[in-house]
């Protein structure tokens, strides 16, 4: 149903972890394949994915084609701890503008009084009814798509994993949808249970599937799995669809992604799952560090890999879920911030984790207010806008990263 | 079954391998099988033989109509669009080292479908002012996405990022379309999105064979740089392989090919993904990019595909690319789960 098809950009999000397989396929005999990715890998620079072995054949992806590190690699913890105030602080301008901000011009004070001392005015209502839950909305769906989206990076290894990868947006888009063509749903604080109860479905199964093999789960079965799952559930919503125009109707506005005008109690329904989500995937970073180094460096460690995997994945599950149920799907954050964040913090997600849960809440905040201002006094969905910032900087950047290399 | 035998004529020799040749014999006859079985089922079913003596090219009646104006053009677009697709991922495969890769990689679809939307915004209907549409806008996306990504030479992961980034864009534009426009549009445009082969005609089919015909003329060139490229830009260019050049001709080829798809159909998804894949585990040659291969599977698996589309369910034909996503999708997951019994 979307205009873009999920499939497709699934499939690209999986193609570097995909090319570890082909490697390891390759390298098992000789031929010039493997010779070419040897020389390949020996010419590759220091990069921040190298710095993450995995075993002789998996490094290879990594190794040639991400992009180098601007600057030193080892990023001093000064400098990682002034970073994160300033994101700390960019996320407190922007949670001030988006209250401030909308299709009613009122002034700063005005909005300030609203907070302060509420008097039941239009105006006052205006910022607590509608901007307030919004704005925390916005928060709480950013934070959740920004750690969801450094986690299953990490998980499966692969820089440019999303967190739709686990089939979420796509199960909980074919159980609404389900919801809607088959038992007439029509009210939309049903989606919100609908979608969830779609999304856990979905990255279960996802997870079962993938964990059935010898060794548990590794992460290109994951993303294969995922990828595949997501396909087949997002070709069925969007034949169903086909079939009966009401439902198209009803789910193209779902699947735009909008944090404006949810029904009543949504963040008091997502809040519990989000804190549950945040607090579980903030407990992987030291873990994920370990199996960054590759499954038999991580166990002599004494890193508990299965453990981790498990808890990382039902870390994604109930953030993305909770966050897909509430807004819908919102794609694009949970995939650049983390890969943003990487180039500021270097590969340690004892870092990277906080950043990205304070840094995609700016983003999809901007995007949010941008998209009150640009049709003013009308409103851009926030899914519709997120890519359209997001996306000249991830470029810029990538851009950059290459230039800085001979 | 490893056997081979070479052939020789004057200066011309290739060495042919028996797998590889019974593989080729079998998939054609698939291709045959999937294109006469689409003549002959239909509402106004048809013995081979009738469908035979409809083919005649002084048969009249109404079997002459049903085979050779309805049915012969979709049975043909199948068959042909399938090849297109199937040589077009075999190409992006090889040039991003990425079983995944496919024309995708560079925006062509999403930019095909912002093309068509625009076109529709504009009033346009009908085969042309989509065909333009689509060619116009995959077209100037890959080109936009070639560009940005290129900076002192074409690297397969810079591609990738940038082509995931212009894709949300564009999708971003999609998607507002779809919001914002009445209804019978966005379903309109949705409906060519999920791209379909009902109600296909002679003029789109005719159209395209002859822009693939052309494409085709450059396959034997190409087929060889792919090979050469395969080893590594350095050793390629030892070898006297003009990298950066081939690399170009290599991705208009695979964009050609399945902007000509695109522009007559809508975007068929997975049939570009998995046509090379199943050539590669058919010919037992894993690694190397088969063109001839991948171009039967493709037309084996959008014909049966598009079988399916027609019959599954009687008096409601889906669209093609809603079966392909079904079926690539559960044949990814049958794969994965054949292959953790065996490991």
Known sequence: MGPSNPADRSAALARPAETEETAVNRSAGPGPAATASADRAASGGLSTDAARPTGPAAVVPSATDHPPAPGPVAVSRRRRLLGLAASVAALALATAVSLAVGSAPLPPSTVWAALTAPDGSLDHLTVLDLRLPRTLLALLVGAALGLAGALIQALTRNPLADPGILGVNAGAGFAIVLGVALFGVTRIQQYLWLGFAGAVTAAVVVYVIAARGPGGVNPLRLTLVGVALSAVLSGASSTLALIDPRTFDRMRFWGAGSIADRPDGTIAAILPFILIGLALGLACARPLNALALGDDMARAQGARIVLTRTAGVVAVTLLCGAATAAAGPIGFIGLMIPHAVRWLTGPDQRWILPFSLVLAPVLLLVADVLGRLVVWPAELQVGVVTALIGAPVLILMVRRAKAATP | ?343
């Open chain 2, 1 to 343: 079954m490893n056997g081979a035998f070479t052939v020789r004529i004057g200066r011309f020799s290739r060495r042919w391998s028996i797998r590889a040749l019974a593989v080729g014999v079998l998939l054609t006859a698939a291709v045959l099988a999937c294109t006469a079985a689409s003549l002959m089922i239909g509402s106004r079913s048809l013995s081979l033989a009738e469908v035979l003596a409809a083919l005649a090219p002084d048969a009249h009646g109404p079997n002459r109509l049903v085979v050779v104006e309805w049915r012969a053009p979709r049975a043909l677009a199948a068959a042909l669009f399938g090849a297109c697709l199937g040589v077009s991922g075999a190409i992006f495969q090889s040039l991003t080292r990425n079983p995944l890769g496919s024309p995708d990689v560079i925006g062509l679809n999403t930019g095909a479908y912002t093309g068509v939307v625009f076109a529709i915004t504009v009033g346009g209907t009908g085969y042309l002012a989509y065909a333009a549409g689509a060619i116009a806008g995959g077209l100037g996306a890959a080109a936009l996405v070639y560009l940005l990504a290129f900076s002192g030479g074409m690297r397969g992961f810079r591609l990738i990022i940038v082509g995931i980034a212009v894709s949300a864009m564009l999708s971003s534009v999609n998607t507002w379309f779809s919001v914002k426009a009445d209804l019978d549009e966005a379903l309109r445009a949705a409906v060519w999105g999920a791209g379909s082969l009902n109600g296909i005609e002679w003029p789109p089919v005719a159209f395209a064979a002859a822009a693939a015909a052309l494409l085709a003329l450059a396959l034997p060139v190409a087929g060889r740089r792919m090979r050469q490229l395969e080893l590594g830009d350095e050793t390629a260019a030892m070898h006297g392989v003009p990298v950066e050049r081939s690399k170009i001709l290599l991705v208009g080829l695979g964009v050609g090919f399945t902007a000509v798809v695109t522009a007559a159909t809508g975007p068929v998804a997975f049939v570009a993904l998995a046509a090379p894949q199943i050539a590669r585990r058919l010919s037992g040659r894993p690694g190397s990019a088969d063109l001839a291969g991948s171009a039967l599977v493709g037309a084996v698996l959008l014909g049966g595909a598009d079988l399916i589309a027609q019959h599954a369910i009687p008096g409601t034909p889906m669209p093609v690319g809603a079966v392909t996503v079904l079926l690539g999708g559960a044949y990814l997951v049958w794969l994965l789960l054949r292959e953790q019994g065996r490991g």
